[in-house]
């Protein structure tokens, strides 16, 4: 059998094209790599052992920590895949005034993907005549038409007042967490 150059080369391009998506579906198993290996865990953890720290951690309900305030060992402990270099970035962008700076400062290191996992274990805390929208959001339940009504509606004389008026937004047990969210004067 006789082939020319561009039978080869197709069937070079279709044994790529099925490499790659081989790579793909092996790689997208539901792990939570980093985009960069140097922020990755401790030098030596198995992949396995990542695995069931996480799967620990997950079973026990934790309270979000606080990023302006929270110990680079509260970082390791409760945010599953977080490695020392990430806990160091954590900390040299303290103090954070709004999700939005985390978002834009700890973006540079990994990926929007990655941002958002790290929010499902950290908050920034809530000035409530301060904060922006996005900051307010992280209340749960509160949505962003919400959000700018609260802001719509300052400056609120205390604490109290705010969450007076965030009560109208949210579930009994939505606000008891937003007064965990509140920044202490």
Do not use: W
Not at 92 to 102: A, G, L, N
């Amino acid at each position: 059998m006789i082939l020319n150059s561009s039978t080869v080369r197709s069937a070079m391009l279709f044994f790529a094209l099925l490499f790659t998506i081989l790579v793909a579906s092996c790689g997208s198993g539901g792990e939570k790599a980093q985009s960069n290996p140097a922020l990755s865990n401790t030098p030596g953890t198995t992949a396995n052992q990542s695995a069931n720290n996480t799967a620990v951690r997950n079973d026990t309900a934790k309270a979000k920590l606080n990023l302006n305030t929270a110990s680079g060992n509260d970082f390791l402990t409760n945010i599953p895949g977080l490695g020392n270099r990430m806990v160091h970035e954590f900390e040299e962008y303290r103090p954070y005034r709004s999700i939005q700076q985390f978002r834009r400062d700890i973006g540079k290191y990994v990926n929007p993907a990655q941002v958002a996992e790290y929010e499902k274990y950290v908050y920034v805390p809530i000035a409530e005549n301060e904060a922006d929208a996005a900051t307010l959001q992280q209340i749960p339940g509160l949505d962003a038409a919400e959000a700018e009504a609260l802001i719509a509606g300052r400056p609120y004389a205390s604490h109290d007042a705010f969450l007076s008026k965030l009560s109208e937004k949210v579930s009994p047990e939505e606000l008891a967490v937003a007064k965990t969210y509140l920044s202490r004067p």
